[in-house]
């Protein structure tokens, strides 16, 4: 079930993937763009790509998720995992309108990401500005490093 | 249930040599949607953490051009992961048909610049009478 749409389908997809490559391939000739400088993970699966930092008592996790309805998004956080659920729906256009590029990427969306600590379920705060979602998760107490002191004898 | 089948892209940089603004870091190009009705070109760009006091939209003669800054993030602590980058962004477009540049709105919200370009008034066809001689 293909649900993301780009205004083509599947095998226009890959139609548009192969032009592009070919379009890379000419435009390195003529000393544009060279095809290496693309990302290996130029395109994935994975929606949306995320950034996570991590402090001595936290773990922030961010991504650019532009135009989105914060009714649209849900974040859930189970155990050390924390899942990213949304769908990102098409603008509204009137119905003669005709479209020259459609590049933004609409469609729902799942993702989820096991931190490497235990997190206090009640201290998740959310914040989305400017199209970038920003989870803080304060890590649980007792993940936190203490500082053992040496006895004297 | 797949649902997880939306594309996620990285977003394509622009080359230092490329001659783009000579601001200092990483300038993307920001993926964008237009249409056209009847009366309006509608231009929708993907500009995430662009505030909108950092936007520039510019058009000059038929050469459409959007920069949006994107300041220094937050660097607190150590990476975990990094799939994406940040930086501010740019791209040029050219723009075809006759635009009534007084009537051009342009709206930033979520990241989202949405720019309605007003088709200029055609000019009203001109009939030639034809006198008998």
Do not use: C
């Not at chain 1, 659920?85 to 256009?93: F, K, Q, S």
């Not at chain 2, 603004?21 to 993907?46: C, K, Q, R």
């Not at chain 2, 949405?114 to 000019?123: H, I, M, T, V």
């Amino acid at each position: 079930m293909y649900l993301w749409r780009t205004g083509r389908g599947h095998l226009g997809g890959e139609l548009d993937r192969l032009r592009r490559d070919m379009d890379d391939a000419f435009s390195a000739f003529a000393g544009g763009r060279k095809p290496w400088m693309r990302s290996p993970w130029r395109e994935t699966r994975l929606f949306p790509l995320l950034n996570v930092r991590e402090t001595s008592d936290s773990f922030t996790v961010s991504s650019e998720i532009p135009g989105m309805r914060r009714e649209d998004l849900e974040i859930k956080i189970e155990g050390e995992t924390l899942s990213l659920r949304g769908e990102r729906t098409p603008d509204e256009v009137q119905d003669e309108a005709s479209f020259h590029r459609r590049e933004r990427v609409t469609g729902a969306f799942q993702r989820s990401l096991t931190l490497p600590g235990k997190v206090d379920k009640d201290k998740v705060t959310a914040t989305y500005r400017h199209g970038v979602l920003t989870v803080k998760l304060t890590k649980e107490k007792n993940a936190l490093p203490k500082e053992v002191k040496i006895s004297s004898e | 249930m797949a649902e997880d089948n939306i594309t996620a892209s990285q977003k394509d940089q622009i080359p230092r040599h490329a001659g783009e603004p000579t601001h200092e870091g990483s300038y993307f190009t920001p993926a964008v949607d237009i249409y056209e009705t009847g009366d309006e070109i509608v231009l929708l760009a993907d500009m995430p953490g662009v505030e909108p006091g950092d936007l520039d939209v510019d058009l000059n003669d038929d050469e459409l051009t959007i920069v949006g800054r994107v300041g220094a993030v937050d660097d607190e602590g150590v990476e975990l992961l990094s799939e994406y980058r940040v930086g501010s962004y740019y791209r040029t477009f050219r723009i075809s048909d006759a635009v009534d540049r007084a009537g051009i709105k342009a709206v930033l919200s979520d990241g989202v610049l949405s720019l309605a370009l007003p088709k200029a008034a055609k000019a009203v066809p001109r009939k030639i009478p034809i006198s008998g001689g």
